[in-house]
């Protein structure tokens, strides 16, 4: 029995199945989260419910765990710095202020000499103005949201004059004429080796992923474009961990990098069952410094459909065929558009 305890911050279904790799290595886990009906606290050994500024019981926390990660990234940057003077939290928590942060983020991807949608830094509506070439284009707060959430399409400038309140820090991005989106999902590990697995390519219904599927069905040069940034980016992050690079690749085959994700990742899911290690124990082994096992696929092909909202319903009472894998994150409430469930597919 290994003697180490990880401590996951957030009890979202990305937490439930960090909690079932880790206990495959025989990892215990403690989750940490300010959701009382969190799923990951049917897979973890202990669960506590609370505030993530409540001294008292993150203290209690820590004295727990022997490492910290977390399993979504929007956790007030403080708090993980405060952990991490007594538990090394992993990924480093410098780098959540990077990339929970779109001005930085491009700005440190951009420097890199990597390419992402063309963007401005936006205060004001004399800002949009200022940067009509980017139209029509999306408005994103610069902090905070995902799958959508904090995101306004701009096609001219007619939309911004509607009284909008700019109460906090925008980007404006100009929209991608978009051919395809893929993902590269890598872990790092603490001696800087990293293991990678071949992009996966997804497709977005209204700003929410709904298809991922490998092999991604693009060419030779973006997949050895895309491999070579995101392992870029990983390095010059000093990265420890599973990390995601989101990618759009343009009508003109420019590969855009679109965003950069600090954890496993819903297009991941499949690696769970088409690959030999998936990027959850990929992340576990990195994080807990555990031998490093190469992603080998073990399929010919795989897909995953995410579910959404209600759809979970008649998932439950379908029966499936070899090669289907049924997820069930056990949410209690069901909403509109919210992540439920996924089915993977294999191909042998
Ligand atoms: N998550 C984190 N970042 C993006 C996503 N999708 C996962 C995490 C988080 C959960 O979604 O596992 O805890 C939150 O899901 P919900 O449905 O409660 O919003």
């Known amino acids: 029995m290994s003697e180490i305890t990880l401590g996951i911050i957030g009890s979202g279904q990305l937490g439930s199945m960090l909690c079932q790799a880790a206990k495959k290595l025989n990892i215990k886990t403690i989750v940490i989260s300010d959701d009382a009906q969190g799923p990951a606290q049917n897979f973890s050994d202990q669960f506590i419910f609370s505030k993530y500024d409540d001294q008292i019981m993150i203290?209690?926390?820590i004295n727990k765990v022997d490492v910290v990660t977390f399993e979504f990234e929007n956790i007030p940057l403080d708090i993980l710095k405060k952990i991490d003077k007594e538990k090394k939290v992993l990924p480093k928590p410098d780098i959540n202020k990077i990339v929970q942060n779109r001005k930085l983020e491009k700005t440190f991807v951009n420097d890199l000499g990597i390419k992402t949608t063309e963007w401005a830094f936006i205060r004001s509506a004399e800002d949009v103005s200022k940067n009509e070439k980017l139209l029509p284009g999306i408005l994103k707060t610069n902090t905070l949201g995902y799958d959508g959430h904090g995101q306004f399409v701009l096609?001219?400038?007619d939309d911004i004059k509607k009284d909008w309140c700019f109460t906090t820090d925008?980007?404006?991005?100009k929209k991608v004429n978009l051919k395809k989106e893929i993902s590269v999902i890598l872990t790092r590990f603490q001696n800087g080796t990293i293991s990678?697995?071949?992009?996966?390519?997804?497709?977005?219904?209204?700003?929410?992923?709904?298809?991922?599927?490998i092999p991604a069905e693009v060419n030779d040069k973006i997949i050895n474009d895309a491999l070579q940034s995101a392992k870029k980016i990983a390095k010059h992050l000093d990265y420890v961990g599973t990390m995601t690079v989101e990618y759009f690749i343009n009508q003109n085959n420019d590969l855009l990098v679109n965003e950069i994700a600090p954890r496993v990742h819903n297009s991941g899911h499949l690696t769970i069952n088409a690959f030999n290690v998936s990027q959850f124990e990929g992340h576990i082994r990195a994080v807990c410094d555990?031998?490093?096992?190469?992603?080998?696929?073990?399929?010919?092909s795989a897909e995953m459909i995410n579910i959404l909202g209600k759809e979970i319903e008649e998932y439950r009472s379908k029966t499936?065929?070899?090669?289907?894998f049924f997820f069930d994150y056990g949410k209690?409430?069901?909403?509109?558009?919210?992540k439920m469930g996924h089915l993977t597919i294999l191909k042998k």
Do not use: A, M
């Open 320 to 324: 499936f065929r070899e090669g289907e």
């Open 170 to 173: 925008y980007i404006l991005e």
């Open 196 to 213: 990678i697995y071949s992009p996966i390519e997804n497709v977005h219904e209204n700003q929410i992923l709904k298809h991922s599927k």
């Open 155 to 157: 096609n001219s400038l």
């Open 59 to 61: 203290k209690d926390f």
């Open 332 to 338: 209690k409430k069901i909403k509109d558009k919210r």
């Open 290 to 300: 555990l031998k490093i096992i190469p992603p080998g696929i073990i399929c010919k």
